[in-house]
């Protein structure tokens, strides 16, 4: 191909940010059809089926295991290139692109921990949950703002993604720190030389792919022989994938970094994250009873998605805005801002892996856990997507043709 000609084919493709956006947006449609169709399975005479198929084992794993281990490596590598791509090249790129989604980030992660702390002050054996309120689904987020349309600011949509960001690293630092099993030296020294192969492909300017997915590979399996969980292989891989994007091009796809971000999104957003739903949402309510949501798991985690999320994410936000740290995104009402906050609320995906990872020797928690993530992100769903649907609704200009506010 000629050089105009692929100049054209790259100038007809979508912008990084817009295919990221469009893949999590409609991904996050189907993580709630996944999430739904586990709960009615899970709720049905196929039930024992479905619980006896996820625990079948498929060599040294379970199914199960297959997918929060193996697949979910893919989307932590998915995870930790936006955060390399945003940090170095793009919209996290300065401090004062860092600032309002920092402390929102910051705020969103430390209230719902200091709600979850409060609830489960007197129950010591649930304190490990701590960080389970404190993620942000940023498929399940996006998923509703592409179902309001055009009544949401697409700078709103941008903060959205660069909060996540910031929170999914948040969230990565804190399973690496907290909740890590005993640790295999001979596996970690592995670990490491693998990394340092990785790192030594990176300084010798190896662009092609292949030897890095090879070698992540291997790191991947050490990582899972460490004690550290296997996921974290995927955003050390992610750190050393060349990012080779000329100055004021953040979205060259001709980088490394960029090929394997566009073809890992729509695997991620259409096939891990809705196999992760389908295997972890399901879960039996014969016997439910009321005042199972009044349980300290299930009442703190749903107080710390609803409440603290909104409190950290608003509270912080607002503070730097009117201190004037920072400016509110273009085209963007209090209201707005507001029902962002709420959205934030829905943690379904990492919520549920942090609460795997929390109570892996206690079903009996797990249960608990997976009730509070679904009555918390529900109602911050309906309640964020309600809010900013009224905030967000179109007005008649003296053309007759529908703004938006």
């Known amino acids: 191909m000629s050089d105009v000609g692929a100049i054209l084919t790259a100038a007809r493709r979508p912008s990084l940010l817009r295919s990221i956006l469009d893949h999590s947006a409609s991904g996050g449609v189907v993580l709630m059809l996944s999430a739904a ?171 092609r792919l292949l030897p890095y997915l090879l070698l992540g590979g291997v790191l991947w399996v050490l990582v899972l022989n460490s004690g550290i969980h296997a996921t974290l292989a995927g955003v050390l891989l992610a750190m050393t994938i060349p990012l080779k994007a000329s100055p004021g091009r953040p979205e060259d796809v001709t980088s490394p970094l960029h090929r394997l971000e566009h073809g890992l999104a729509p695997w991620s957003s259409f096939v891990v994250l809705p196999l992760f739903g389908f295997a972890n949402a399901g879960v039996s309510l014969s016997g439910f009873k009321a005042e199972m949501l009044f349980a300290p798991v299930t009442l703190s985690v749903a107080l710390g998605l609803f409440v603290g999320k909104q409190v950290g994410v608003f509270g912080l936000t ?28 829905v943690g379904f995906t990492m919520s549920l892996f942090i609460g795997l990872l929390a109570f892996a020797e206690r079903p009996e928690l797990e249960a608990e856990t997976k009730i509070g993530v679904l009555v918390g992100s529900l109602t911050c769903m309906a309640l964020g997507a309600l809010v900013l649907w009224f905030s967000g609704a179109p007005r008649k200009a003296s053309t007759g043709r529908s703004v938006a506010r």
């Open 37 to 207: 169709l586990a709960l009615t399975v899970a709720n049905s005479p196929a039930a024992p089926t479905y619980f006896a198929a996820l625990q079948a084992d498929i060599g040294p794993l379970s199914v199960l295991h297959w997918i929060n281990d193996a697949l979910m490596a893919l989307f932590f590598l998915l995870v930790g290139l936006d955060i390399k791509r945003e940090v170095l090249d793009g919209r996290l790129r300065t401090w004062p692109d860092r600032i309002l989604p920092g402390l929102a980030a910051l705020g969103g992660m430390a209230a719902p921990a200091l709600v979850y702390l409060a609830v489960n002050r007197h129950s010591p054996d649930t304190l490990r949950g701590w960080a389970i309120p404190a993620a942000t689904d940023i498929a399940f987020a996006l998923g509703v703002l592409a179902l309001l349309g055009s009544r949401v600011p697409v700078a709103l949509k941008v903060f959205l993604t660069a909060l996540a960001i910031i929170d999914d690293l948040g969230a990565v630092l804190i399973i690496a720190l907290f909740y890590t099993a005993d640790l295999s030296l001979a596996a970690l020294g592995g670990a490491a030389v693998v990394l340092g192969a990785l790192v030594g492909l990176n300084r010798f300017g190896i662009t």
């Open 318 to 345: 607002s503070a730097a805005i009117k201190l004037g740290l920072a400016q509110r995104p273009a085209h963007t009402s209090w209201w707005q801002l507001y029902g962002l906050s709420l959205l934030c609320g």
